[in-house]
């Protein structure tokens, strides 16, 4: 499967929102937890939010916790990402992946649990 994620590329203020999506090509997803994870320039990569494979959990870094909604769309097999109240901090190029088990009911923030990274999309927010 390959994964594309898109949303972002160009600038948006503090304090504004952006919704990226992950879509899904060559196999569908419907049976896999997804992840989005960020990384911003001379910074690892980080875990920035999880929904599993049924989409009843959830899972969120604390620093986007309340700020940032993942969802996903079976039918459209693509998976969101909804930033709101959006800060300068959160600027980074950033990546969808799918869980590596299918099926699995909890949520993971490892990012080696996770394959099939996405072509990232830059989200920069400015001040």
């Known amino acids: 499967v390959q994964l594309q994620a898109s949303g972002g590329g160009g600038l948006v203020q503090a304090g504004g929102s952006l919704r990226l999506s992950c879509a899904a090509s060559?196999?569908?997803?419907?049976?896999?937890?997804m992840g989005w994870f960020r990384q911003a320039p001379g910074k690892e990569r980080e875990f920035v939010a999880a929904?599993?494979?049924?989409?009843?959990?959830?899972y969120y870094a604390d620093s986007v916790k309340g700020r940032f909604t993942i969802s996903r769309d079976k039918a459209q097999n693509t998976v969101y990402l909804q930033m709101n109240s959006l800060k300068l901090e959160d600027t980074a190029a950033y990546y969808c992946?799918?869980?590596?088990?299918?099926?699995?009911?909890?949520?993971?923030?490892?990012?080696?649990?996770?394959?099939?990274w996405g072509q990232g999309t830059q989200v920069t927010v400015s001040s």
């Open positions: 929904i599993n494979w049924s989409g009843d959990r959830t």
């Open positions: 060559g196999r569908t997803l419907s049976t896999y937890g």
């Open positions: 992946a799918a869980d590596r088990r299918p099926l699995r009911e909890v949520v993971t923030s490892e990012l080696h649990e996770y394959r099939n």
